[in-house]
């Protein structure tokens, strides 16, 4: 198998519209990267450079030592799998994942039919072999359109937000089925979403983008637990991460009576992000003792939502306008319009720079 490398691509539709701006990855046998982004940040075209559907501007495109840059699609031996599935209405099931082994002409009928029970068989998809797409749900189609891919056991494997036309409970059963079948297939596969749980949950790395930039490109965890600028860290994680600014003073940051000690740096800036997130801000009991008054954040809780496992709670910080801290906290504790302290741990603190939002520590 062979490794999937992007070097420095560009992607102009005009000076105004640049949906990829210089992309260097490299996707190697076995990993699952996951192109992570909002809406409109360029991941589908940055798949469509790679499948061949679309012409870079700039740059390269490598499987190995093949440079694939302006081959044509066919000739790639790329297999991808669309969000609107794509399937031929007018063929069963058999028949469209038979389809693309068809256009090769060193496979015999015998050969094809193997192929395609044995994938058809490992996506559950024997009984319904004789269906025509018109009779399958969506997420019966989607398999369809993933055994397509699986069976032309192609050198590359890139997936375009497959799971979002199904509804939650089938998202999350075939994001499972995704992961399983994928830790066995040795070629790269690069997937799309603007989903962070399938980002989280699938992929050996992600590259986070935002306007057409490479933000990150990390293991999941990394990605989770040290964001690189302030973009990752309010895109990724749900709830949103707390991100405050802070006026700086000698070694300590300040928010109304709210202070905390600023990390090592060189030098003190006027003024710092600081992110925490939800999960990590916790309730301090006055009287259990635990309350330690300067490092405690003090509000007013204004909005409680009840998440099912856990209450998200929002406080309204005191001594300074318009700015709130919400905090996921147990459910078992009734909230009122209270005065309420809050703590975290300092090891679980973010910090960014007010004017890059890059991380600091
Ligand atoms: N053929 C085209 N001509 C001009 N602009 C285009 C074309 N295709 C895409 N764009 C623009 O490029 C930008 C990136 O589009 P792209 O489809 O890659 O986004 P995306 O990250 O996949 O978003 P989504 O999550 O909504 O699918 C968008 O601003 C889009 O309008
Ligand atoms: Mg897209």
Redesign the pocket.
Known sequence: MAKLQLKNLNKT??PK?V?VKDISLDVSEGEFLTLL??????????LRLIAGLEQPTRGEIRIGDRDVTYLRPGDRDIAMVFQSYALYPHMTVYENMASSLKLRKKISNSEIERLVTEVAASLGLTELIDRKPGKLSGGQRQRVALGRALVRQPEVFLLD?PLSNLDALLREKVRAELKQLFSSQKAPVVY?T?DQTEAMTLSTKVAV?NSGNVQQLDPPHLIYTRPANQFVAGFVGSPQMNLLVLKCQGNFAQLGDFRVRLPDMPTVPPEIVLGIRPEHVGFADAEAGKMSAPEAIKGEVFLVENLGMQNLVSVRVKGVDSVTVRALLPNDRHWNSEIVELVFGPQLLHWFDVKTGDRLQ
């Open positions: 539709y005009s519209v949906p982004g909002p809406s409109g940040c360029g991941k589908s075209t940055t937000e799309v603007h983008l």
